[in-house]
Each structure stands twice: as structure tokens, then as C-alpha cells.
């Protein structure tokens, strides 16, 4: 594994006076999988297509594998940066079957050799009884995975994706999500992906980077992120549970360190004790309870603050009930 395989500082997008990339910073080694992950118009795309010289940049340093792709003086071209692009639109040629477009990137090696690899790349996403078929020909689903095996043909050292399973129903993009995440491995490719779905994230990534307003707000580790965010931002994007400002904690439920400064404590959804009778820590009220696969989610009012909660339970309770709750973990504390 090579430390610092890809590393890109101050990176600056400025497009019609708008910033679309303020600072963008980042590291992986080499191998690594990032999800960068972050609302609509936060400016994902625009990195990805920044990272492979798709668009112009005003400032920034990008090395690739101790080599400068991009500084004051440097701007490689995007065929010269060793770059695999997978476009959410595909991009595949419309006039060639799917094993030429597979093969498109492996022109000037053997014949036997190009075989082998487009059925092994075809294998992997499930289309090798589909080799000689045209673009128009397939699903959305279809043209993202030939388009996921042509961007693999030439084993890039770093593979980009825009949204790759955004168009595959869910049984084939766990799978595809499996081997993929299996092949990637295997190569030891370092690859970064775009995706609205917070769920690709847990499933694909080894670390996550979240994106809001074309600055990176944190980058962990998927699990990191998750269980502890490092602002509000990122804890509400995120979903990681119930927010709350010192002065909502109801009594009876939890005791948080008492401090001047402006912190809210996250407290997540798992980490509730129900009592079914009312006094053993916080009064609520069940309003509302929904079947989530292994546990129900339950939304309780509480009495004190009239605020609502989001928890975890392993059993359902009828709206209306009237219970009590204690927080067994320590809140997390998020700086405002």
C-alpha cells in the first residue's frame, strides 16, 4: 500500500463568479474507497470532473502517485492523468456493440488478451450473455454496468464514479456493490464515487467525505462519520440521530458536563431504555410507531420540553402509551 496515493490541496472551482470548490482538500492511500457524499448542488460532480482535468480550475495542487497532475505550472491533460471516469449519463458509444465498448480502451493488445479481459469485466457485472447488443438495446441499468466494466478495462490507478448504481434495482446493486467493492481490492484501485444514498456508503467505502457547499466538512471513516460527526451539518445530513441543545435535554434523562459554550449533543436512536411506566427517568407519550426490519422506530413526545424523539425499540408500542425513557450511552457533544 503507498501512503498519499492521491493528494489534492486547496483546490478551487470558480465558475460564472460562483465558487463551486472553496479549498477542497484531500488524501487516500492507495486502495482506498471515499465516498464523497453530500446534498444536491454541493458540487460533487464538479470535484470529480475537477480531480479528472474535465473542467478548469483556478488554484489547487493535485499529485497522483508522487506525480503532479496539477499545480501553478502543471495542468495535464485528462488522458494523461491515468484516470478512470464513470459519467452518470454513461457516455457509451452508441454505434458500438457492448464488448466494443468495453474493449474501446484496450486497443493495441492482443486479440486473445482484449477477449479475456471484456469477458472477465462483463462477468463482473452480470452482462456477458450481452456482448453483442448496442447501447439502445439495454436498461439503465444495463448501460451503467457496461459502462462500470468499460471504465475497468485498462485498470486505472484511480477510478472515479459518478453515481454508479443509481439506476440498478436493489438485488443486482448489492451484488454488483459486492464484487465491485471484491475487484477494487483485488487491484488494490483507488477509487472515488459520488452517490446521494447514504446506505452506498456503509456498503462501498472505507472512508466518507462529506461536501456542503463545495467544502469538505469532514472525512473519516464511514463508521466515524456516522458516530461521530464532527458539526450539526454533518450529524443532520447524516441522520445519525436526535440533535439537542443543552437547555432540551429534558431532566431524568441524561446529565451532560454543564459549559458556557455553544454545543448540541447528539444522541443516538439505539441508545434509549424504554420503561413502560411513567417517573424512571424522562415522561413521553408514543405518537407515533413504525416496523423498521429487526426493531420498531418510535417517535415519543416528551413531556417536560415538547420536544419529539427518534428511537429505537424492540418491541411496538401503541400511539398514545405513555412511558418513560433514560439515555444508557454518553451524548455525544457536536460544536455549533
Known amino acids: 500500500m503507498i501512503k498519499d496515493a492521491l493528494k489534492i490541496e486547496q483546490l478551487n472551482v470558480q465558475i460564472q463568479n460562483q465558487h463551486i470548490l472553496k479549498d477542497f482538500n484531500l488524501s487516500l492511500n492507495q486502495g482506498d474507497i471515499l465516498c464523497l457524499l453530500g446534498p444536491s448542488g454541493c458540487g460533487k460532480t464538479t470535484a470529480l470532473k ?4 474535465l473542467i478548469k480550475t483556478d488554484i489547487g495542487f493535485i499529485e497522483l502517485f508522487s506525480n503532479t497532475i496539477k499545480d501553478n505550472q502543471i495542468e495535464v491533460a485528462p488522458e494523461g492523468r491515468e484516470m478512470g471516469f464513470i459519467f452518470q449519463d454513461y457516455a457509451l ?10 474493449a ?7 486479440k486473445s488478451d482484449i477477449e479475456k479481459q471484456v469477458h472477465n469485466n462483463l462477468a463482473l457485472v452480470q452482462l456477458d450473455q450481452y ?3 448496442y447501447p439502445h438495446e439495454l436498461s439503465g441499468g444495463q448501460q451503467q454496468r457496461t459502462a462500470v466494466a468499460r471504465a475497468l478495462s485498462n485498470k486505472p490507478k484511480l477510478l472515479l464514479m459518478d453515481e454508479p448504481f443509481s439506476n440498478i434495482d436493489n438485488q443486482v446493486k448489492q451484488n454488483m456493490i459486492k464484487s465491485l467493492r471484491a475487484l477494487l481490492k483485488e487491484n488494490n484501485i483507488t477509487c472515488i464515487f459520488v452517490t446521494h444514498s447514504k446506505q452506498e456508503a456503509f456498503s ?5 467525505a462529506i461536501l456542503n457547499n463545495g467544502h469538505i466538512e469532514q472525512v473519516d471513516s464511514t463508521e466515524n462519520i456516522f458516530e461521530k460527526p464532527c458539526n450539526e451539518f454533518v450529524a443532520t445530513f447524516m441522520e445519525a440521530g436526535n440533535i439537542l441543545s443543552q437547555q432540551e435535554i429534558p431532566a431524568g434523562l441524561t446529565t451532560v458536563p454543564q459549559t458556557q459554550k455553544e454545543i448540541k449533543y447528539l444522541l443516538k436512536e439505539n441508545g434509549f431504555k424504554v420503561h413502560l411506566e411513567r417517573g424512571k427517568g424522562a415522561n413521553a407519550k408514543v405518537i407515533d410507531c413504525l416496523y ?6 418510535l417517535e415519543v413526545q416528551v413531556e417536560e420540553t415538547k420536544g419529539v ?12 402509551r405513555e412511558i418513560s425513557l433514560t439515555y444508557a450511552h454518553d451524548p455525544v457533544a ?3
Open 50 to 53: 475537477a480531480i479528472a482535468g
Open 93 to 102: 458509444f452508441p454505434h458500438l456493440t457492448v464488448f466494443e465498448n468495453v
Open 104 to 110: 474501446y480502451a484496450l486497443k493495441g493488445q492482443r
Open 131 to 133: 456482448t453483442h447488443r
Open 204 to 208: 462501498f467505502a472505507d472512508k466518507t
Open 292 to 297: 423498521a426490519g429487526h426493531k420498531y422506530l
Open 309 to 320: 424523539l427518534t428511537l429505537e425499540h424492540s418491541e411496538p408500542l401503541t400511539i398514545g
Open 334 to 336: 457536536i460544536p455549533v
